[in-house]
């Protein structure tokens, strides 16, 4: 099956073969053939075959059925094509806050058989021109109120030739031009191995990698994890709030429940607060975010009675074990936790309701074999910590970029995770590789103390990290965000100090601690440990040793 791209951008930069992981395809359902495009079976399919009028997206003040975000997403895609010239294979260009029209466009770059170019709307001309740049990025499709920083992105990247605005009303909007055009519109026959999806990991420093994804790497996603550790149905109303330009609300707030025509309801507002009102106005059975969040949601449990939630799914960050209790007990649900990867596009290790361990991300997910190795690629002992690796049915392609050679080795994906694999076969979390603190030659988990720390009465959010120091090398440091109402004074360093010691080994207690009114987080929602220390300009730090 020849490629349909016109513009062979993608596949000219796709990382040589040598360099590429190897891919799993054991599974039946892995089963793709030569020709697929992403639109039939996630949108089209369901309209053929009589599921128009199901619920698809739902939105304050909007609910379209899959029969209307079809055709919505037809006449964007006549207008990308008559209007704006996208040939296959163009780069186009996504910013938008999460919202049914920004389904709509997505939908359509994959039926004219481009390259979506997925942005966080918070990103600011900056980074949007280095995504651009990289990405040869030459159309975009904009909500009207993003449109300023993408213009001023363009006046360095002229290489974005045409940018079309969604929710304006003027006659050269998005809305007019859709209306100049009839549906249907054919889906290009695209390679099941086209490109369809350039990925920017929210990575925590140096210049962004785009991760390419293609159009079986997205029907493979919603084969692995969905069916078999989710298990949603068609009646499931899902709701989260990671943005459709992360690929853990990608998956989960649009793959997964279109994969089995059920609805998705899409918040631009997803803090905590309206969360737990939209969760209650729209009837969510599924939810989709981060540990934070579940954290600061169960501080209401009045707003969680007697709602319709079902199956809560964390993942992001490592999900501590005291978050997982205190969910369940103010919602009677235990949480799904899940480590995924922008560069694996979704979920690899995860563990259902029913076998969730408390510390413990879970087994392989269906799909995909995992391992624990040492530096040398050797698996270590039960029980001993090393760096995980993965391969499944899809993995890192960064493009044109040499950091390649560093995820893939061998043929696994290394996520860059130490990891554990206990007797039964359970993976647990330890931390960022990078991110493990050495203090008088002991090796320390920040998060492993963050988890402690958690359960204080006191503390509402924690970050531990390592900084250096003469004597130790690194010592612990601890930034808290306090609870209301506590104090802080170096009484409150000590019992969290003495809180510490008392629940693991003493040299993991914080040397340092230091009260912090927020914590430095990516627009992922991930703790940045390494900017921890930039804090200190702005908080009072308490040494007791
Ligand atoms: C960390 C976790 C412990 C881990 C993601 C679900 O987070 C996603 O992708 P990113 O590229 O970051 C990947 C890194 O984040 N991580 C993610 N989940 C967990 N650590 N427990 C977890 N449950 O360091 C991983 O290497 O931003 C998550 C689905 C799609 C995604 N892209």
């Given at each position: 099956?020849?490629?349909?791209?016109?513009?062979?951008?993608?596949?000219?930069?796709?990382?040589?073969?040598?360099?590429?992981?190897?891919?799993?395809?054991?599974?039946?359902?892995?089963?793709?053939?030569?020709?697929?495009?992403?639109?039939?079976?996630?949108?089209?399919?369901?309209?053929?075959?009589?599921?128009?009028?199901?619920?698809?997206?739902?939105?304050?003040?909007?609910?379209?059925?899959?029969?209307?975000?079809?055709?919505?997403?037809?006449?964007?895609?006549?207008?990308?094509?008559?209007?704006?010239?996208?040939?296959?294979?163009?780069?186009?260009?996504?910013?938008?806050?999460?919202?049914?029209?920004?389904?709509?466009?997505?939908?359509?770059?994959?039926?004219?058989?481009?390259?979506?170019?997925?942005?966080?709307?918070?990103?600011?001309?900056?980074?949007?021109?280095?995504?651009?740049?990289?990405?040869?990025?030459?159309?975009?499709?904009?909500?009207?109120?993003?449109?300023?920083?993408?213009?001023?992105?363009?006046?360095?990247?002229?290489?974005?030739?045409?940018?079309?605005?969604?929710?304006?009303?003027?006659?050269?909007?998005?809305?007019?031009?859709?209306?100049?055009?009839?549906?249907?519109?054919?889906?290009?026959?695209?390679?099941?191995?086209?490109?369809?999806?350039?990925?920017?990991?929210?990575?925590?420093?140096?210049?962004?990698?785009?991760?390419?994804?293609?159009?079986?790497?997205?029907?493979?996603?919603?084969?692995?994890?969905?069916?078999?550790?989710?298990?949603?149905?068609?009646?499931?109303?899902?709701?989260?709030?990671?943005?459709?330009?992360?690929?853990?609300?990608?998956?989960?707030?649009?793959?997964f429940p279109m994969a089995i025509g059920a609805s998705t309801v899409l918040l631009d507002k997803v803090s905590p607060p309206h969360l737990l009102e939209g969760i209650r106005e729209y009837g969510a059975t599924v939810l989709f975010t981060a540990p934070t969040s579940y954290r600061a949601m169960a501080g209401n449990p009045d707003a969680l009675r007697g709602t319709a939630l079902r199956k809560c799914v964390s993942a992001g960050e490592a999900l501590p074990a005291a978050t997982r209790a205190l969910w369940r007990v103010v919602t009677g649900i235990e949480?799904?936790?899940?480590?995924?990867?922008?560069?694996?596009?979704?979920?690899?290790?995860?563990?259902?309701?029913?076998?969730?361990?408390?510390?413990?991300?879970?087994?392989?997910?269906?799909?995909?074999?995992?391992?624990?190795?040492?530096?040398?690629?050797?698996?270590?002992?039960?029980?001993?910590?090393?760096?995980?690796?993965?391969?499944?049915?899809?993995?890192?392609?960064?493009?044109?970029?040499?950091?390649?050679?560093?995820?893939?080795?061998?043929?696994?994906?290394?996520?860059?995770?130490?990891?554990?694999?206990?007797?039964?076969?359970?993976?647990?979390?330890?931390?960022?590789?990078?991110?493990?603190?050495?203090?008088?030659?002991?090796?320390?988990?920040?998060?492993?103390?963050?988890?402690?720390?958690?359960?204080?009465?006191?503390?509402?959010?924690?970050?531990?990290?390592?900084?250096?120091?003469?004597?130790?090398?690194?010592?612990?440091?601890?930034?808290?965000?306090?609870?209301?109402?506590?104090?802080?004074?170096?009484?409150?360093?000590?019992?969290?100090?003495?809180?510490?010691?008392?629940?693991?080994?003493?040299?993991?207690?914080?040397?340092?601690?230091?009260?912090?009114?927020?914590?430095?987080?990516?627009?992922?929602?991930?703790?940045?440990?390494?900017?921890?220390?930039?804090?200190?300009?702005?908080?009072?730090?308490?040494?007791?040793?």
């Amino acid at each position: 099956m020849p490629s349909a791209h016109i513009d062979t951008f993608a596949r000219d930069h796709l990382p040589p073969a040598a360099e590429q992981p190897e891919f799993l395809f054991d599974l039946p359902a892995l089963q793709f053939p030569e020709q697929l495009n992403c639109a039939t079976p996630l949108l089209d399919a369901h309209v053929q075959q009589g599921g128009g009028d199901r619920p698809c997206l739902i939105a304050p003040g909007i609910r379209w059925s899959y029969r209307d975000l079809q055709e919505k997403a037809d006449r964007i895609a006549h207008v990308l094509v008559s209007d704006m010239g996208v040939v296959p294979g163009n780069r186009v260009l996504l910013r938008g806050a999460n919202h049914p029209m920004l389904v709509a466009c997505w939908f359509a770059v994959m039926k004219v058989g481009a390259v979506a170019v997925t942005t966080m709307p918070m990103l600011r001309a900056k980074e949007l021109s280095t995504m651009i740049a990289i990405a040869q990025v030459t159309h975009a499709l904009c909500d009207a109120s993003l449109l300023e920083e993408l213009e001023a992105a363009r006046l360095v990247a002229p290489i974005l030739r045409d940018v079309r605005c969604y929710h304006d009303a003027s006659a050269s909007g998005l809305e007019a031009a859709m209306a100049r055009h009839d549906a249907p519109f054919d889906t290009v026959a695209t390679a099941s191995d086209d490109t369809c999806l350039l990925a920017f990991t929210s990575g925590t420093t140096g210049i962004p990698k785009a991760t390419m994804h293609f159009h079986r790497d997205v029907m493979a996603i919603c084969e692995c994890w969905p069916p078999h550790v989710l298990r949603a149905t068609a009646d499931d109303v899902f709701m989260g709030s990671p943005p459709l330009a992360f690929t853990f609300g990608l998956g989960g707030l649009v793959l997964f429940p279109m994969a089995i025509g059920a609805s998705t309801v899409l918040l631009d507002k997803v803090s905590p607060p309206h969360l737990l009102e939209g969760i209650r106005e729209y009837g969510a059975t599924v939810l989709f975010t981060a540990p934070t969040s579940y954290r600061a949601m169960a501080g209401n449990p009045d707003a969680l009675r007697g709602t319709a939630l079902r199956k809560c799914v964390s993942a992001g960050e490592a999900l501590p074990a005291a978050t997982r209790a205190l969910w369940r007990v103010v919602t009677g649900i235990e949480l799904i936790d899940g480590i995924g990867a922008t560069e694996l596009l979704h979920i690899f290790i995860s563990a259902d309701e029913t076998h969730a361990r408390p510390g413990a991300t879970g087994v392989p997910v269906p799909g995909y074999r995992a391992e624990v190795v040492d530096d040398a690629g050797v698996p270590v002992p039960v029980g001993t910590i090393g760096k995980l690796r993965v391969k499944g049915p899809t993995g890192c392609r960064y493009l044109r970029d040499e950091r390649q050679r560093t995820y893939v080795r061998d043929g696994w994906n290394y996520t860059g995770d130490a990891y554990l694999i206990d007797a039964d076969g359970y993976f647990h979390y330890h931390a960022r590789t990078d991110d493990i603190i050495i203090s008088s030659g002991y090796n320390i988990a920040g998060p492993e103390v963050e988890n402690v720390l958690l359960q204080h009465p006191a503390v509402a959010e924690c970050g531990v990290t390592g900084v250096p120091d003469d004597e130790r090398g690194q010592i612990v440091k601890a930034y808290v965000v306090l609870r209301e109402g506590y104090a802080p004074d170096t009484a409150m360093v000590k019992a969290l100090q003495d809180y510490v010691k008392q629940s693991v080994a003493p040299y993991k207690y914080p040397r340092a601690v230091a009260f912090v009114a927020t914590l430095p987080r990516t627009n992922t929602g991930k703790l940045q440990r390494f900017r921890l220390r930039d804090s200190d300009r702005d908080a009072e730090t308490m040494e007791t040793t």
